[in-house]
């Protein structure tokens, strides 16, 4: 299918170097899609799967081997003692309460010279 729709693109392209419109891509992708869609090319990608005919050793062999899956063991992360867990337990800020801290925020933004001009545009 890639190769059938790399095929219409390349032509159309090959006589106008500009944009593919919507329409001109859905009508190529047609084209392509009944060319390369067709029995043959279904029943060789079975084939090549080993499902059709079944063919264990094929679908095994395509199998990753067990040496390239690494399994760890699970374990919890230590716990971080500079981290504020209290607003786990609480209740999500409400409306009033995120207004109050924009507005500090916003004021020492505006007061801070280390912040640069761009940084204290954004927060107004």
Do not use: Y
């Amino acid at each position: 299918m890639k190769r059938a729709l790399a095929l219409e693109t390349d032509a159309a392209l090959w006589l106008d170097c500009g944009r593919i419109s919507r329409v001109e891509w859905t009508e190529m992708f047609i084209r392509a899609r009944e060319k390369a869609i067709i029995s043959n090319n279904i029943v060789a990608g079975w084939r090549a799967s080993g499902l059709w005919p079944l063919s264990l050793v094929t679908v095994l062999r395509r199998l990753p081997t067990t040496s390239t899956i690494t399994h760890e063991t699970p374990h919890t992360p230590p716990r971080q003692q500079d981290l504020d867990l209290s607003l786990l337990d609480s209740s999500p800020p409400g409306g009033t309460e995120l207004r109050e801290a924009s507005a500090i925020s916003n004021s020492a933004t505006k007061a801070s010279h280390d912040i640069p001009f761009l940084a204290k545009r954004f927060s107004e």
